[in-house]
């Protein structure tokens, strides 16, 4: 099925248990509900920037280059604030998301689940001959590949209390932020 552009919109897999993007989602799923761990499923979006292509005139200034907010939909939140990321590729368009994502939101617990430890293929050269894993760890974020670890199981049952919002200028969060 395609959407605006012709760029393909993704559907959701109906199962007996719900409704997920992949079969790797799915199985991550089941494996939390085997281990009776309170989860959401694509429940929460926060806001990040990208660097638009763009140049934006502004009144005071002239021409300058403009930012766009974008929408990070998390696909797994346990409670009290476990983010899971479940990728079975991990393109370059996913790893800037994910460190923007990081950069805009420090506060967050997002953690990585890898369907496969494959290769990552970039046109970068700095990127060649280091796996999924690899460049996580060297951007902070846990990551496993396969199955969540039995620990992050364990933290998730008995972690307890909410981090606070980082407050940057007197603003909560991006959304926050005045306009202009």
Not at 131 to 144: D, H, L, M, Q, V
């Amino acid at each position: 099925m395609k959407g605006k552009r012709g760029i393909p919109r993704y559907r959701k897999r109906i199962t007996s248990r719900g409704k997920y993007r992949s079969n790797f989602e799915k199985s991550v799923a089941d494996v939390l509900r085997e281990n009776k761990v309170d989860f959401q499923y694509e429940s929460r979006t926060f806001d990040y920037l990208v660097q638009s292509r763009n140049w934006v005139i502004c009144e005071l200034c002239g021409p300058i280059k403009g930012q766009i907010v974008r929408k990070y939909l998390v696909d797994f939140e346990l409670k009290n604030e476990i983010f899971i990321e479940t990728k079975g590729r991990l393109t370059d368009k996913d790893r800037s998301k994910l460190l923007s994502v990081k950069k805009h939101h420090p506060e967050l617990d997002l953690r990585l689940v890898f369907q496969r430890d494959n290769l990552i293929k970039s046109r970068a050269a700095r990127d060649n001959n280091i796996r999924y894993s690899e460049w996580a760890t060297k951007n902070g974020f846990p990551n496993t590949v396969g199955e969540i670890p039995e620990q992050w199981i364990k933290e998730a049952k008995s972690r307890k209390g909410t981090p606070k919002p980082v407050v940057v200028d007197g603003f909560k969060a991006l959304g926050d932020y005045p306009n202009g």
